[in-house]
């Protein structure tokens, strides 16, 4: 397995870790105007590449089962998520949303070559503990009155997992295309905005920055890393590891001030991290056997 390109999909999840910093400093922008200026930005790097390099425009030809993959995983799951957020409490929608980690260890099994251990699972089930503690520490309270968001974020869970499972498949296809997945979603964003929302521009040049850090980071590089990780690299290890992003979201809020420190957070960060160590209990064998063989 691509240690390099497993590192590149971690990176995915470094930056999504920034998402709540840079959404809470971004003012009152409504999330479907939001995720329409952060898309645009997020294609804007692509474009500016392809531009240089017109011959790698011949990339973005693809089969439409490619396209709408891409699609409905970027615009689909952020579509599903809004629509959890806006028919259930926060918390439960988001509980049930962030069970596509656990989904993509398991699914894996269903991809060629790909072998499912029980340390996966049980690092998963360890990475889902500690987002739990850190999530729902005033409590959980599931409702019969806010089934259509519960439903939203159940569909949102397996749209993101099998966005990320399928994509593994494709791994053929350059990661280019992600270019024209974030332009598509800018554009499917801006018509569900104008369908459901009222428009509210950043009001300060520091809400401009977050929007910007937002569509340059967590909403634009992180999707081409993560289309490159989960195409090269380990995937089960990335699908475990993915269970740190609340943990680190929660540390850098509590780095700035949004966010208190408590013994939850201690407890999420030692289970996500032994989680992920655990599932990464054959890449970290592969590689100290290489080394052991290297000094030999």
């Excluded at 922008?29 to 392809?50: D, E, R, T």
């Excluded at 740190?244 to 991290?273: D, K, M, N, Q, Y």
């Amino acid at each position: 397995m691509n240690f390099k390109a497993t590192l590149i999909g971690f990176s995915a999840i470094l930056m999504w870790s920034l998402l709540a910093l840079f959404t809470a400093a971004s003012g009152s922008v409504p999330p479907f105007q939001l995720s329409a200026i952060c898309f645009l930005i997020g294609s804007l790097p692509g474009i500016v590449v392809l531009a240089s390099k017109p011959e790698r425009l011949v990339l973005l030809k693809q089969p439409a089962k490619v396209w709408i993959t891409g699609i409905a995983g970027l615009f689909g799951y952020h579509f599903l998520y809004f629509t959890a957020l806006r028919n259930a409490p926060a918390v439960e929608a988001g509980l049930i949303a962030y069970l596509w980690p656990l989904l993509i260890v398991v699914g894996s099994a269903l991809l060629p070559g790909e072998r499912l251990g029980w340390y996966h699972v049980a690092g998963a089930f360890a990475g889902l503990s500690g987002t739990i503690l850190i999530v729902a520490r005033n409590g959980v309270a599931f409702d019969d009155a806010y089934m259509l968001g519960y439903g939203a974020a159940v569909l949102c869970a397996f749209t993101w997992s099998g966005y990320s499972l399928l994509t593994r498949r494709f791994g053929a296809v350059s990661t280019d295309v992600v270019t024209g997945f974030c332009l598509a979603t800018s554009i499917l964003s801006l018509l569900c905005h104008l369908g459901l929302e009222t428009t509210v521009w950043p009001q300060t040049p520091l809400e401009w920055l977050a929007v910007a850090g937002l569509g340059l980071l967590p909403v634009g590089a992180a999707f081409y890393a993560w289309d490159y990780g989960v195409k090269n690299g380990d995937i089960q290890f990335l699908g475990v590891a993915s269970y740190a992003a609340p943990v680190l979201s929660t540390l850098i809020l509590i780095l700035f001030g949004f966010a208190e420190p408590s013994w939850r957070i201690a407890a999420a960060c030692l289970l996500v991290t032994g989680g992920a160590v655990l599932a990464a209990k054959d890449m970290i064998f592969r590689k100290g056997g290489t080394a052991a063989q290297a000094a030999e």
